[in-house]
Structure formats: C-alpha cells, structure tokens
C-alpha cells in the first residue's frame, strides 16, 4: 500500500512538472506551401503540428502538417499547397499535450495613426498599420461611441497599411476602432485601439501684410480676399455708374442692374463678394466647373424666392484663373449669360451651384494691416552680380517681418502674409504659436538670408567688363545664423522659398523634453536653398580669407538641419529642400512626411531621426546621405550643449520612396537605422521572475534607469523563455518591472538585455540607387519588416545585431519578402573598393568579445562570458538576387528560414557561417537552427557555402522544373 502510495505521489509529481507546449511567435503572414517558423516552449525532441484551415469562414476539422526543423523551443513546419479562405489555426503537441491555438493570417494592427498623429479630424483620415491587412470584398472599418457605430469603407495602401477617410460630419469625442478584412471568418476582425476625433484647430482668421502701405496693396486686395471662403455671390443696392477704365480680371463676376454695373469678386469655392470696383455693364460668370458645353437647348436659371430667370448662356472659353497662393492655377470653363433687372432695388443674394440660399457663417473677416511695419520686397535686375551686399532697391525686412509676427502673436494667432518679391533678412525670425508664415507661392515669394550687411568698399579699378565691384573682407569672425526661423512648436510655414548662405539650423523647433509646447508644426510647399559654403568655397571674391572661412564652416560640428524640429505632429509635405548640412532632423518626433524633394550636400545624413514614434514617410525623393528615421542617437538641445538619452524609435513606415546617389559621407546610405551609447543597462541571467517582477543578481549600469530608461525593452535571448521581451515600466535597485507577464515565465537560466529599443518598422516599395545598403537594420530591431524593396548598386537588404560595451541590441522577429538586388555591385561609405550585395543578417561583434576589448582599452571588464544567439527567428522570403550577391546568415543567429529565393550570376547562393561583422572576424559559435527550402540557383558557383552547414537543413524538394535542383 505504501509503495502504490509512493508511485502515485511521483506520478502526480511527474504530472505537476510537466508543462504544456507554448507557442511565443510564429512567422506571420504565410502563403499556401510556404514555411512556419514558431518560437516557444516545451515542444519536447519530437513534436507534432496540426492545421485547421478557413472554409467559408468555418474551421475545418484539424489534419497534420509536416514538421521540417525542430529543437525544444523552435519548429518549422509546412503548410498545404490550399489553406482555403487563408487564415489557419495550428497547435504543437509534445505528445501528451497540445499548445492552445495560434492564428496564422488574421489581420494583426501594431499602431493606429490619425491626420494629426495621435488625433483625427472630421473630414481626415485614420490609418493602421500590421499585418495581413488585405482587403476582400466587404471589408469595412467599424467606429464605435457608446450606442453609436459609424462603418467606413477601408482603402488599400499595401498589406501593411490600409487608410480610412473620416466624413467630414464625423462628430468630435472617442471612438473605438475595428477592422474587418472581409472574410467570414471571426478571426478576419481585429481591434486597433481608441482614436480621439477632434475639429481641426483653426488659427484666427486675421491676415498681416508684411508690405509697406502703398499702391500694390491696392492691387493685391483681390488676391487677399480670394483666400476666404464664400458661399454665395452678394448683389449691391443701385448706385451711380462708374465710368472709370476697368481692367476686367478672370476670377472676377459682372453683375447688370437697372442702375449700373457692379463687379463681383469670385471666391475659390465657386461663390463671389462685392467689391468696390465697378466694371463694364452686362454680364455674369456663373461659377467654374467642368463639362459646361454648350448643347441645343443650354439654359441658365437664377431663382430668387417665387421669381424665376431663364438665360441663354453664351459660348465657352478657356480663361486662367487667379488663384490664392495655397492653389495651383488652373484652365477651367466658364459661361456667360445675361442678367435683366431684378424686381425691385433691394440687394439680392444669388445662391451659386451647389450651395443653400443661405449664407455661410464665416469667422470675422477683418483684416489687420501692418504695412506700416515697413517689409519691402525687391526684384534685382538680371545683371545684378553677386556681392554679398543688398541689391538695388532691396532693404533688410528683418524688423519689419518681425513685427508682424509678434502682432500675430499678441493677437493670439494669425496669417503673417507675403506678396509676391525678394524680401532680405539679416538674422532670424521667430514665429509665435499658432501663427502661420505664408508666402504668395514657392516660386513667387522668397526669403533670403544674407551672409552680412557691412559698407562695402568699392574697386577703384572696374574688372569684369567694367562691372562695379566691391573689395572683398575678412569674413572668418562673421557666426553663422543660429537658426533662420525658429519656434516653441504650433506654428506653419508654406508657399515660399528660403535661400541662406550661412546659417546652423534653417527651420527649428523646441524638443519636448524642453516644452510642452513642442511640435505640431506644418511645412507645406516651401522650397529651400541652404548652402554655407556657396559664397566662399575656395573664392576670394567675397572674402580675402576665403579658405579660412570654408575651414571654420566645414568643421562646425553643429549638426542641425534644412528642419531641425521636435515634438508630436509633424507634418512636412510637398517640400523640395536641398541643404549643405542635413535637411531634416526629427527629435522626440512623430508625424507625416511625404511627396518631399530632398537633397544634400553628402557630409551627414540626409534625413536623421531620433526618438520616433509614429512617422509616416512615403513617396520622397531623397538624394546623398540616407534616410535614417528609425534610430537611438541621443538627442541634442538646440544649443548643442545637452545630449538627451533617446530610448527608442518604433512605429515607422517607409514606403514607396526613393534613395540614391550617397557616395559618401557620415553612412552608407539607403534606408538605416543607427545608434548612440550606451546601448542598455543590463546584460545577464535573471535571479527570479513573478509576474511582471524580475529580480536581477545585480543592480544595473543605471540607478535612475526607472525614470530615464522608461520605454526600453526587455528582451530574453536565452534559456527558458527565450524570444520574448517586454517594456520596461519601473523598478528600483536590482528589481525590474516590466508592462505584462509573461506568456512563458523566465528563470536563472534566462538571459536577458535590458536595451534601448528599435521597433515596429515597416519598410516597403522603396528604391535605392548607388548606395551602400537599400534596407539596413543596423543594431537589430524587433518586428521588422522589408517588403518589396529594390536595389540598384544600391546594397544589402539586412539586419545587423551588435554588441557594444558588454550590452547588445537584439535582432527578433525580422521578416524579408519579395526584396529585389537587381545590380548586386555596390560602392558605399564604409569600405574602397566595389563588392557584391547581400540578403541577410549577420552580428557582430559577440557579447564575450567585448571582454576582450575592455581588457585591451584597460577599464574594468563588465561583459558577460555570454556565447549565445543576439538575434532569433527571421524570415527571408521570395527574395531575388540578380547578380553578384549571396543570401547570408553569420554570427549568432538562431532560427532562421530562407525560402523560395532565387541567386543567378554569383559565387555563391547561400552563405552560413561563422563569420560575421564588417572586420571579418571568426566567431566563437555561429549560426544554428537554419532551414533552407525551394531555393532557386542559376549560374552560381557554389550553391551553398560556409563553415556551418552543418547546422543547416536544406530541402530542393519543389524546386521549379525548368531549373536543375541543387544541390
């Protein structure tokens, strides 16, 4: 009795131990035939897959799947060659128990974005961005406020992202949002979080004129009055006719009463506003619009109350239109007809198409003058040679313009407007919040920054087929503009150009650690020309110590930008910006950027990142130093004197843009992410784990890491629980706290970084040209996607893990699909001579190097003796290499998959190996876990390569049967 007693006490013992398979990630999504790579736990030495597939939006009864590549903690199966309606559901057995389960191809939404950031807008847009967020027939987006639900018919962006137009009647308050791909399937729904809708902030309708009080302000009162919003067209009462010569414009609309003429003013929306100008009797031009020919039987009717008029319109022609600034002139139709006189002499409204007989409220529709603060635009005349001195007739508007803005300011917001002109500057201008600088058009209104504004002497002796010229001076001691327009934050910029030839940051905000004023800054249609170097550069016709001055400038470490702003809501598009310094610097940022231009002089980079959350960047045209958005560089106060501690950048998407020409310069160009040390504050086992607690051996690098590491991620790169990480939320001492539990909860034997964190990046559609890399993960990043990408001489398409100091930024859960090298030889920054491209990933150097590095440098060796993987489970999927490249995977990676790929015209298709890191070095350990199925080579000369093969499982099992299969 008692030894049954003791067998079933050991048997219940043996039962409590044993824990179910756990499935952490599996690669998402996956197509019919395709490869699942799962991360878990206690999958045991032999387990067992089952699939239910989607039929009509039913599950099927579960089947087995074939298991190609497993270990305790990963596996790797394979799906049918038909999965149905697309979504799966599989579960892992270990032979006595099965794994809950897990959802392959439902729609997944990482981040939700609005039209301004972390708002939206009745009349804007929400977008969302994850996975598997095709669209089928009947997809739809669901907004949900207490009792009331709004469906809105979801937009194809790309799988990753989908946008939804919000109705312009939306009312403001909190909606919770859903997303429905279409299929019948529960599964196909998925919520995207809570989105607050609210009216988009309006500045107060005041307009301040920078120009002097004179003839032309005559002139442009049209112009300025286009700009409002009219919705009905406004009949004077008779008055004495005018028999004044009137030019008649386009946009203008003729009235005839009984008593004379009367001009009308037509507005953008297609309305009109009385003016004082009275032009010839007899016509009227109904509002623009398409398709107005003229048929047999063409009518126009004005209805006023129970009197109806019917006109005969008269032939169509093509006039121009004068637009305000903020439009593109266009050619449309108008008609003419006659008007006879109304019954009466009462002032009549005449509603135009397709608005109410009642009036539009519109806001005061004062307008504040401040021509008398003096701003005078000029326009040198073509033989005007370049001096560095005023122009003729030109004068320094610095104060002027100035005092406009602060008037906008003091009046709580408000247009500061441009005409059409030269206007020269001096020193900066600061913008107040919530005031708006607006120029008459990008090519109509500039702002140029002269270098200095000193007496000139002039030449005794006239040179340059008799030109006047002035002797140069001593420019060495002439400082740089620290900015040349400069904000707290809410402030907008459009429609004009900025020339500068000296200056450290052209447009700059504050950085929101700084104020909480930051951000919500608008750059729209603004062209800019920023060159330090452009009158000095090796020159003695301004300065007599020109080299001096070329020196002093180049060597300014001060690397500001063309944009140099901060703070949420950022939203800069249709720019074309070329700069001798970086053209946009993002700090602490998010926002919308796109159809940009922007260029630079190849010294930094061209667009730099720091601290992002949430950015969109798509369809610009960049050129010379690279686009690095998605980086952990510290940041740098306006001043340059305070570095702040960047912990993470995540939430980006970067698509349909293009990169080329960066031959030089601070990086290799393409597409990148950088970083900053220190990389993190602990590397090492953990002591102990309670739900969202860990309990470290040691304290960390960092005693106030609760407050300012708060943002970095915990991520477990072995042992038990491995290929998990978390936020950090707080702890003090040696106790961590982390933002959920964990799926698999860790013990002694898990290894854990505690780092800055690089995450949620969505790369897609981009194009590079002449480059060192197209698409560069460097220092790892979780949750990352490259999709479609192609290069041309443009570099690897990869992701790098490093280490730095005895600290690692980890590389988990990158996925690789459709990626094109079409022109595999490439001449980047970082290296001489030309060399072949890569599809990858690969780490360097590893966590127990940098033992050896501390001891060479003589500082106190803090690097664990750690040997494991610094990057897990990544996907490389259909990918193409035309030429002169390879697919590779060296260093410590764990659990990866190569599939469906295709290598022609190289030395080797598939590299694994040891190797890994810029400097060639060998590793102690290398990669494992690595399956290779349904490549495809053609003119290779060695399919597979490497020194770790071995820990590689190659299966040509499908290869296509036009093609030998190798090996």
């Known amino acids: 009795m008692v030894k049954n007693l003791l067998l079933a006490l050991a048997a219940l013992s043996t039962a409590t131990l044993h824990a179910k398979p756990v499935v952490i990630w599996a690669s998402d999504p996956v197509r019919a035939g395709e490869s699942v790579v799962v991360r878990g736990d206690g999958f045991g030495g032999k387990a067992a897959v089952e699939i239910s597939l989607s039929q009509n939006g039913n599950p099927t009864d579960w089947q087995p799947a074939k298991v190609l590549q497993q270990t305790p903690s990963t596996l790797k199966f394979a799906l049918p060659a038909q999965i149905g309606d697309g979504i799966v559901r599989f579960r892992i057995s270990d032979g006595k128990e099965s794994s809950e389960p897990s959802l392959l191809n439902a729609p997944k939404i990482w981040w939700m974005q609005g039209d301004e950031t972390e708002t939206a807008t009745p009349g804007g847009w929400l977008r969302l961005f994850g996975l598997n967020l095709n669209l089928r027939p009947g997809a739809k987006a669901t907004l949900r406020a207490g009792d009331s639900t709004i469906s809105l018919t979801p937009e194809a962006v790309d799988e990753f992202a989908i946008r939804i137009p919000l109705p312009a009647d939306l009312k403001p308050g909190e909606y919770t949002v859903e997303f429905h791909n279409g299929l019948a399937d529960a599964a196909a729904n998925a919520t995207a979080g809570k989105i607050q809708i609210a009216p988009k902030k309006q500045a107060p309708s005041r307009i301040f004129d920078v120009m002097p009080t004179t003839a032309k302000s005559n002139r442009l009162a049209a112009r300025r009055g286009s700009s409002t919003n009219s919705q009905h067209l406004e009949i004077p009462a008779p008055a004495r006719p005018d028999r004044r010569r009137h030019r008649a414009l386009p946009h203008q609309l003729m009235a005839k009463e009984s008593s004379g003429p009367s001009l009308l003013n037509a507005q953008n929306s297609g309305g009109c506003r009385a003016t004082r100008q009275r032009p010839p009797p007899g016509r009227l031009a109904p509002p623009f619009g398409l398709n107005l020919n003229l048929h047999p039987g063409a009518k126009a009717t004005l209805r006023a109350g129970d009197s109806t008029i019917s006109l005969t319109p008269e032939g169509s022609m093509n006039l121009p239109i004068l637009a305000s600034s903020s439009r593109r002139s266009q050619a449309p139709e108008r008609i003419h007809g006659r008007i006879p006189q109304w019954p009466g002499g009462r002032r009549r409204r005449i509603a135009t198409a397709g608005n109410s007989n009642r009036p539009k409220k519109r806001a005061p529709s004062r307008i504040f003058d401040v021509t008398n603060y003096g701003a005078v635009p000029a326009e040198p005349g073509y033989l005007q040679y370049t001096t560095a001195m005023l122009a003729e007739g030109q004068v320094d508007s610095t104060d002027a313009i100035q005092k406009a803005l602060d008037a906008a300011g003091k009046a709580g917001g408000g247009i500061v407007q441009f005409p059409r002109g030269i206007f020269v500057l001096s020193k900066g201008l600061t913008i107040p919040m919530h005031v708006t600088l607006r120029g008459a058009g990008s090519g109509l209104t500039t702002l140029s920054y002269v270098d200095d504004l000193l007496p000139r002497e002039q030449r005794q002796k006239k040179l340059y087929w008799g030109a006047q010229q002035f002797e140069p001076i001593k420019g060495v001691d002439f400082e740089p503009h620290p900015y040349l327009i400069r904000g707290e934050g809410h402030f907008t910029v459009e429609d004009l150009a900025i020339y500068a030839i000296n200056h450290h940051a052209g447009i700059q905000s504050e950085l929101p650690v700084n104020s909480p004023n930051a951000g919500h800054v608008t750059i729209r249609r603004v062209l800019m020309r920023l060159d330090r170097f452009i009158n000095n550069d090796r020159t003695n016709r301004h300065f007599s110590d020109a080299e001096e001055v070329f020196l002093k400038r180049w060597r300014d470490k001060r690397r500001t930008g063309a944009i140099d702003v901060g703070g949420p809501n950022i939203q800069i598009t249709d720019c074309d910006i070329y700069s001798s310094l970086q053209v946009l610097m993002l700090n602490g940022s998010s926002g919308y950027i796109a159809r940009n231009k922007f260029s630079a002089v190849p010294r930094h980079w061209t667009v730099f990142g720091r601290r992002t959350q949430k950015v969109i960047f798509e369809n610009n045209d960049c050129s010379d130093g690279g686009v690095s958005l998605n980086s952990v560089h510290d940041m740098v106060t306006n001043d340059g004197q305070t570095r702040i501690q960047s912990m993470y950048s995540r939430e980006i998407y970067i698509a349909r843009n293009a990169m080329k020409d960066s031959y030089r310069g ?164 970082s290296f001489i001579f030309p060399r072949g491209s890569n599809i990858g990933t690969l780490t360097y150097p590893p966590i127990s190097h940098d033992r050896t590095l501390q001891a060479d440098q003589g500082v106190p060796v803090t690097a664990p003796d750690y040997h494991g993987p610094m990057a897990l489970d990544q996907v490389f999927r259909r990918n193409t290499i035309a030429n002169n490249g390879r697919f590779f995977v060296g260093g410590n990676v764990q659990n990866v998959l190569f599939e469906a790929g295709s290598v022609s015209d190289a030395e080797i298709g598939l590299e694994v190996t040891t190797r890994g890191g810029r400097w060639a070095d060998f590793l102690q350990g290398g990669p494992t876990d690595i399956l290779a199925r349904n490549n495809i080579f053609k003119n290779v000369t060695t399919p597979y390569a490497g020194d770790r093969l071995n820990e590689t499982i190659i299966l040509p099992d499908q290869i296509d049967s036009s093609t030998e299969p190798v090996p």
Request: aromatic letters at 8%; glycine letters at 12%; charged letters at 20%.
């Open 666 to 829: 601070d990086r290799d160009g393409g597409f990148n992410s950088d970083f900053h040390a220190p990389v993190g504050i602990y590397t090492g086992t953990v002591e102990k784990c309670e739900g969202t607690t860990l309990v470290l051996p040691k304290e960390t690098d960092d005693p106030e890491f609760a407050t300012k590491w708060l943002g970095a991620v915990v991520v477990v790169l072995d042992g038990k629980g491995a290929g998990q990480y978390r936020s950090l939320a707080g702890g003090s001492g040696k106790t961590l706290l982390v933002d959920k539990a964990w799926d698999v909860p860790l013990d002694t034997t898990s290894f854990i970084s505690v780092c800055k964190a690089l995450d949620h990046v969505i790369a897609v559609d981009n194009v590079t040209h002449d480059a060192g890399n197209t698409i560069l993960f460097w220092c790892g990043g979780i949750e990352v996607i490259a999709a479609r990408n192609k290069s041309i001489r443009g570099g690897a398409i990869q992701q790098i893990t490093i280490s730095y100091q005895g600290q690692v930024l980890p590389g988990l859960r990158a996925q690789f699909f459709d990626n094109e090298i079409l022109e595999g030889t490439t001449w980047g920054a």
